[in-house]
């Protein structure tokens, strides 16, 4: 089996299927994927983990038999820690179960399985969190900005910022935890549609042990305001929203999130006068947002479809009061670095804004979203 895998594309079709043709009139089930590898005795040093960028859906991820992690929405990523589970110098097994066969449980084609990249991440034992590196554009007239760095442990740090191979900035110092780095940058050319210049950060974390973990993040410089006057700025500039509402899947490819497929939506998009996009109904790949930060494509980054009323009856619905804290947590330290996206959504033609349970919940996700982000609106 190669990942990403649609499991659904081998699933059988019924013109009975209980999603209709919303699915295709597939019929989709529950699957168990499983590895097994070896590990080898050195990694007893490290900080190891599984990387999930998405399982659709209601993941239970077991390590030797036991179950090490879950993740129910199947359009947020998630990490695994293994250190625990796992048998040092011997063979291991990995079993990733996903349940779909609950239907209907979406309005659109969703795919199925482990259709999002996996990937299995070494550090020491002092290193540089998960998404742990934070660049902000704090000015983009005279350009400057931070780069907020989260930590486990204490150490060197070493920021440096590059044009492609040219060295444009550096900043050495000791930290604890967390640390954050001013730079101006005189002469960098900003991020917009028409010219989607990027630059490179990399970070190097020396621990007192001698241990060495790097981390590097792609970036642009620009500002976003809204304005009452003007409406949308970037960079100073009024910006019209020429924009697309796209879903996840890739066609006849299914809901894989394969890099050129990703690439060749936002392409075929640019070339026909669209500027902006809406991640319709749920986080994107993070495939497709390096896309629109390469081509020069603004995003409207959506959450969910509903939030406690459901769509269908096996959706969503049922899970998002309980789970929209870390579903958006994990959208937004994902997708910060993004030049491309300018502002969040917290749901899509979501009727519970008719009451006052729904309004509650709409103010209780846009703040936290605001505490998450101040950088940018949420609608």
Same mark, same amino acid.
């Given at each position: 089996? $190669?990942?990403?895998?649609?499991?659904?594309?081998?699933?059988?079709?019924?013109?009975? *299927?209980?999603?209709?043709? =919303?699915?295709?009139?597939?019929?989709?089930? =529950? @699957?168990?994927?499983?590895?097994?590898?070896? !590990?080898?005795?050195?990694?007893?040093?490290?900080?190891?983990?599984?990387?999930?960028?998405?399982?659709?859906?209601?993941?239970?991820?077991?390590?030797?038999?036991?179950?090490?992690?879950?993740?129910? @929405?199947?359009? $947020?990523?998630?990490?695994?820690?293994?250190?625990?589970?796992?048998?040092?110098?011997?063979?291991?097994?990995?079993?990733? #179960?996903?349940?779909?066969?609950?239907?209907? *449980?979406?309005?659109?084609?969703?795919?199925?399985?482990?259709?999002?990249?996996?990937?299995?991440?070494?550090?020491?034992?002092?290193?540089?969190?998960?998404?742990?590196?934070? &660049?902000?554009?704090?000015?983009? #007239?005279?350009?400057?900005?931070?780069?907020?760095?989260?930590?486990?442990?204490?150490?060197? !740090?070493? %920021?440096? %910022?590059?044009?492609? +191979?040219?060295?444009?900035?550096?900043?050495?110092?000791?930290?604890?935890?967390?640390?954050?780095? #001013?730079?101006?940058?005189?002469?960098?050319?900003?991020?917009?549609?028409?010219?989607?210049?990027?630059?490179?950060?990399?970070?190097?974390?020396?621990?007192?042990?001698?241990?060495?973990?790097?981390?590097?993040?792609?970036?642009?410089?620009?500002?976003?305001?809204?304005?009452?006057?003007?409406?949308?700025?970037?960079?100073?500039?009024?910006?019209?929203?020429?924009?697309?509402?796209?879903?996840?899947?890739?066609?006849?490819?299914?809901?894989?999130?394969?890099?050129?497929?990703?690439?060749?939506?936002?392409?075929?998009?640019?070339?026909?006068? @669209?500027?902006?996009?809406?991640?319709?109904?749920?986080?994107?790949?993070?495939?497709?947002?390096?896309?629109?930060?390469?081509?020069?494509?603004?995003?409207?980054?959506?959450?969910?479809?509903?939030?406690?009323?459901? +769509?269908?009856? @096996?959706?969503?619905?049922?899970? &998002?009061?309980?789970?929209?804290?870390?579903?958006?947590?994990?959208?937004?330290?994902?997708?910060?670095?993004?030049?491309? %996206?300018?502002?969040?959504?917290?749901?899509?033609?979501?009727?519970?804004?008719?009451?006052?349970?729904?309004?509650?919940?709409?103010?209780?996700?846009?703040?936290?979203?605001?505490?998450?982000?101040?950088? #940018?609106?949420?609608?």
């Amino acid at each position: 089996m $190669t990942l990403p895998h649609d499991a659904m594309l081998r699933d059988p079709r019924d013109p009975q *299927a209980p999603s209709g043709e =919303n699915l295709g009139w597939y019929v989709p089930r =529950n @699957y168990c994927y499983e590895k097994r590898f070896f !590990v080898p005795e050195q990694w007893k040093e490290k900080r190891i983990r599984l990387e999930f960028e998405g399982v659709a859906r209601e993941a239970r991820v077991l390590v030797n038999g036991e179950q090490a992690g879950s993740h129910d @929405y199947g359009y $947020t990523g998630f990490s695994v820690p293994l250190e625990e589970f796992l048998h040092y110098g011997e063979e291991n097994c990995i079993c990733v #179960r996903a349940f779909n066969a609950s239907q209907p *449980a979406s309005r659109w084609y969703t795919g199925t399985g482990i259709y999002r990249p996996v990937w299995l991440c070494l550090s020491p034992e002092e290193h540089i969190l998960r998404n742990g590196v934070r &660049v902000t554009t704090l000015d983009y #007239r005279n350009p400057e900005i931070q780069v907020e760095v989260r930590l486990e442990g204490q150490g060197e !740090v070493q %920021v440096s %910022v590059l044009d492609g +191979k040219q060295l444009l900035a550096q900043g050495v110092r000791t930290a604890k935890e967390h640390t954050a780095f #001013r730079f101006l940058l005189p002469g960098a050319r900003l991020w917009s549609p028409e010219n989607p210049r990027l630059y490179t950060c990399q970070v190097c974390f020396r621990g007192e042990k001698g241990t060495t973990d790097t981390e590097s993040v792609v970036f642009g410089l620009r500002q976003t305001e809204c304005t009452s006057e003007k409406g949308f700025l970037l960079n100073g500039e009024r910006v019209i929203l020429k924009g697309a509402c796209i879903h996840h899947d890739n066609g006849i490819l299914g809901a894989c999130a394969y890099d050129f497929a990703e690439e060749r939506k936002v392409r075929i998009l640019k070339e026909n006068g @669209y500027n902006a996009i809406r991640s319709a109904h749920n986080p994107c790949s993070r495939a497709l947002l390096e896309a629109c930060d390469r081509l020069g494509m603004l995003v409207l980054d959506e959450y969910a479809d509903m939030w406690y009323i459901h +769509k269908t009856p @096996y959706d969503y619905a049922s899970r &998002v009061e309980k789970n929209w804290k870390r579903d958006l947590k994990e959208l937004v330290d994902r997708d910060y670095n993004h030049p491309s %996206v300018i502002m969040y959504s917290t749901g899509n033609e979501v009727s519970e804004t008719a009451q006052k349970r729904g309004i509650r919940l709409c103010g209780e996700m846009t703040r936290y979203l605001h505490g998450l982000d101040k950088t #940018r609106p949420v609608t």
